[in-house]
């Protein structure tokens, strides 16, 4: 079974699996979800908890004697797995694979894990975990359902703060939802009057957590005051160019292949694009080839061979992409 995060408390209303995984790279949804169920778990009456953190391939061994052992006390338990990488190795997804198959009456597994790639997904353990309990996916929230979020997060606590109080929070905490909750909890405690967004702006820290990839979602769904704002956030952080770059030119090669498939469409394996379905959409406004001498000139720039400011030249190529040029696209790399 695969579950959402949002899906999670519904489910463990009706009924408590014997073995569940929680992966992602969204600390604050994550956390939440574990706590869910460690929750439910107890009521329940595995009253124990016990945690592994694997960091090293010994550890299974601790984890493969622990399961074996009855609680000190005869208690039903959680035995909690924390993973420093989504990839257990060989005997770290044998264990897991016996004891999701096994189902242990007297045991709740949780399982903890970073962000699982398609590879990871294919993996035996994981195929056990949904067969025989369930499986969490945490992904990072996008712009739209980012604000969303937050107001849902609001009126959970609450809060009744104004539109314009919601779209400054959702600005200044940008992808950090960890942030973004901890603003909230300070608009809370503030008491009531600070709804509106002269308020929040004066409680609110500028908490975005900007990078490569939401620079290169921005480009690619043709947000560029968006665009602009994370490029100017990744310069002042001192992000290496080079990586600002590499984001952007993934960019372009994520256009071009979409382009050149069958429909032209954005489709990838782990969840739609609509970032990329937006700039198919406008591509007969857009020149690849220029877009990519625009990118070659801010190589050159990064490398010292071609004079000029290589964030000025990203910033062109960024609105460029999002077909809002700034200046006449350039003719070759050397101009």
């Known amino acids: 079974m695969k579950l959402t995060p949002d899906a999670l408390e519904a489910h463990l209303t009706q ?11 969204e600390p604050l949804l994550a956390g939440e979800a574990a706590d869910e169920v460690r929750a439910h ?3 329940a009456g595995f009253t124990e908890r016990e945690v592994h953190f694997i960091e090293r391939a010994a550890d299974w061994e601790a984890v493969r004697a622990s399961a074996g052992t009855l609680s000190l006390f005869g208690a039903r338990r959680v035995l909690e797995v ?13 264990v897991l694979a016996t004891l999701a198959e096994r189902g242990d009456p007297e045991t709740v597994l949780l399982i903890l894990a970073p962000r699982l790639d398609r590879e990871a997904q294919a993996a035996k ?14 992904w990072p929230l996008e712009a739209g359902p980012f604000a969303a979020w937050l107001r849902a997060r609001s009126r959970r606590m609450g809060l ?4 314009a109080a919601l779209e ?10 960890l942030a973004a909750h901890q603003e909230l909890e300070k608009l809370r405690l503030l008491g009531p009057g600070q709804s509106g967004g002269a308020a929040a702006l004066a409680a609110v820290a500028d908490s975005a957590r900007f990078d490569v990839f939401r620079l290169s979602e921005a480009a690619l769904a043709g947000e560029a005051a968006r665009a602009l704002r994370v490029l100017a956030a990744l310069r002042a952080e001192g992000t290496e160019p080079t990586l600002v770059l590499w984001a952007l030119v993934k960019a372009l090669r994520d256009l071009s292949g979409a382009l050149s498939r069958p429909g032209g469409g954005a489709r990838t394996w782990q969840r739609p694009s609509p970032g990329l379905d937006a700039a198919v959409r406008r591509a007969g406004r857009l020149s690849l080839r220029a877009l990519l001498v625009r990118a070659a000139r801010a190589d050159r720039m990064i490398k010292g ?3 000029g400011d290589p964030w000025d030249e990203m910033a062109l190529l960024a609105a460029d992409l999002c077909a809002r040029p700034a ?7 050397v101009k």
Do not use: C, F
């Open 15 to 25: 009924k408590l699996l014997p073995v569940y995984l929680i992966s992602g790279d």
């Open 41 to 43: 778990a107890r009521a």
């Open 82 to 94: 924390r993973m420093a990488s989504a990839r257990p190795g060989a005997a770290g997804g044998g």
């Open 125 to 138: 353990w994981v195929q056990a975990v949904q067969t025989h309990g369930a499986w969490v996916a945490v």
């Open 160 to 163: 009744t703060l104004e539109a």
């Open 168 to 177: 400054l929070l959702a600005e200044r905490t940008e992808g950090n939802l």
């Open 305 to 307: 061979r071609l004079r």
């Open 327 to 333: 200046l006449p696209a350039p003719r070759s790399m």
